[in-house]
């Protein structure tokens, strides 16, 4: 791990899966860790968790679909630890295996609100945070299909790809004040998103996950983490508006 010391880390989508896993390995590398989840049970579970590892977190209910969700959350961040070096902005929701001429214009509003617009919201009020600390990193959760398109996922692949497209114009935009601005790709990776959710919770539906996967098996959120920790460290300081694809092999081909 790297070593986090006295940073202060902002974690969107941190009650469950890839979220809860890498704002638990900022707080065990050193990090004050803002701990941002519309599932307020969620937060209050992975902030008692740091807390009895004796790490550092502040929990924070937010949606990040409204703005002044996302202002708030970004205010108790800086009254709890006094400002913000890293963000990893990854709350999102998935969509159901269906063309696009089915797809009903609410779910492509409402993925577009959360994955798209949540990312805009938080990087418009992080990085003038960051520029006033003379610098930051951070990290925009896509996806693979990010990088590909999906058949079923035409909404989702939309979205994602915006991420990516948005990130490198931030990146562009801000590297000359020190902000980092950098994109993680995550393959199928065990979360409740695909194990509760996307696999439909069966067995088989977990098989037909595994068998898009070229490595035989789903990535681990702390995979995925690692990645994330890697990416905002010094010793990336030389990325930028990089999309980093970790998927077992899966958009390879
Ligand atoms: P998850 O469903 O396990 O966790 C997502 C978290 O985001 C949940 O705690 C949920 O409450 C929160 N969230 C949802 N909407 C929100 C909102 N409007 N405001 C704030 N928080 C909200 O999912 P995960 O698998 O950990 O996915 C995390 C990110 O990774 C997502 O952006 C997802 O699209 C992306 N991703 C996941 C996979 C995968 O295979 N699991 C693959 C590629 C990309």
Do not use: W
């Amino acid at each position: 791990n790297q070593n986090y010391a006295g940073k202060i880390a902002f974690v969107t989508g941190a009650a469950n899966g890839i979220g809860r896993t890498t704002a638990i390995a900022f707080a065990e590398a050193g990090a004050h860790v803002a701990v941002v989840d519309l599932n307020g049970d969620g937060v209050a579970e992975v902030v008692a968790a740091i807390e009895a590892a004796g790490g550092s977190a502040v929990g924070i209910t937010c949606d990040v679909s409204k703005s002044e969700d996302v202002r708030t959350a970004l205010d108790k961040t800086v009254e709890a630890f006094g400002g913000i070096d890293i963000a990893f902005n990854n709350a999102g929701i998935e969509q159901q295996q269906i063309p696009l001429a089915d797809l009903s214009e609410e779910d492509f509003d409402r993925m577009t609100a959360i994955d798209l617009r949540g990312v805009f919201l938080c990087m418009k009020y992080q990085i003038p945070l960051m520029q006033k600390r003379g610098g930051g990193a951070i990290v925009n959760t896509s996806s693979g299909a990010g990088v590909v398109g999906i058949a079923g996922q035409a909404g989702y692949v939309a979205v994602k790809h915006g991420v990516i497209g948005m990130s490198k114009s931030a990146a562009l935009e801000y590297i000359g004040d020190n902000v980092r601005v950098n994109v993680i790709c995550p393959g199928i990776i065990e979360t409740p998103m695909i194990t509760d959710r996307v696999s439909g919770g069966t067995e088989e539906g977990q098989k037909k996950m595994i068998a898009q996967e070229p490595i035989g098996r789903m990535g681990k959120p702390e995979e995925i983490a690692a990645a994330v920790l890697y990416i905002c460290s010094d010793s990336a300081a030389f990325m930028v508006g990089h999309a980093m694809v970790v998927d077992g092999g899966q958009t390879v081909g």
